[in-house]
């Protein structure tokens, strides 16, 4: 079956790096998403990797590790602003996204 | 970048009334758009594939009659709640997909149903 682990909850503290890690286990695979979600809001898009290695836009970084079945979503100098929920949806042989529940993110001053 | 507009936002109907909800890319063209459910503090449940044209594709255990979806141009598709029930009170949200490149989906702002 197709499934998605990431940490139900995590805190960090304003200024730091967090790390959100996911694996995940799907029917074929193309390329990995993660989108950042505020409460009662539409997830946005963050992220996009389909080959291995390290992405990075500006606070935002992504990793995958495709024959680990492996990604991260690393975030820098956070802000008050960063807290969200974090999803990571891997895209299947189908090009349909797989959702796992997220990673709720609180931001502590 | 490309913009997915939603409407209505926010909604509280009847038990037995039926609601429409709306999606439409702004800026560019969706052959596909995505219709979701999210209960609070889950995860996105994909209810539904749309393509221009043809009948919808519908996510198994997702009752076909019940959530009525239109996609009659590029720009627009149209989720209608038909005799909505408290229990289909949740977040949907409708995204559109950019196509080439890497299939990145753009999400409408989500409308959140209240059934009373």
């Known amino acids: 079956g197709q499934n998605i682990d990431q940490p139900t909850e995590m805190t960090a503290t304003e200024g730091a790096i967090v790390q959100i890690n996911c694996t995940y286990q799907t029917s074929g695979f193309n390329g990995l998403f993660w989108y950042q979600q505020h409460a009662g809001e539409a997830p946005t898009f963050l992220s996009y990797n389909v080959l291995d290695g390290l992405e990075e836009k500006g606070r935002f970084s992504s990793f995958l590790s495709r024959s680990k079945g492996y990604s991260y979503l690393l975030l820098k100098e956070l802000q008050m602003k960063d807290s969200a929920s974090y999803l990571c949806a891997p895209m299947d042989s189908n090009y349909q996204l797989i959702w796992g529940a997220g990673t709720k993110l609180i931001i502590k001053p | 970048g490309a913009v997915v507009s939603q409407h209505p936002s926010w909604v509280i109907c009847k038990s037995g009334t039926s609601v429409k909800i709306e999606c439409r890319s702004l800026?560019?063209?969706?052959?596909?758009m995505f219709w979701y459910r999210q209960f609070p503090k889950q995860s996105l449940m994909l209810m539904a594939t749309?393509?221009?044209?043809?009948?919808?594709?519908?996510e198994q255990g997702v009752e076909k009659d019940k959530f009525l979806i239109n996609h009659a141009s590029l720009t627009l598709s149209t989720l209608t709640v038909t005799s909505a029930h408290p229990e289909d009170s949740s977040f949907y949200i409708c995204s559109a997909r950019l196509a080439g490149g890497n299939e990145k989906l753009f999400f409408g702002s989500g409308t959140q149903l209240s059934v009373l």
């Open positions: 749309s393509n221009e044209g043809s009948k919808a594709t519908y």
């Open positions: 800026d560019f063209q969706a052959t596909t």
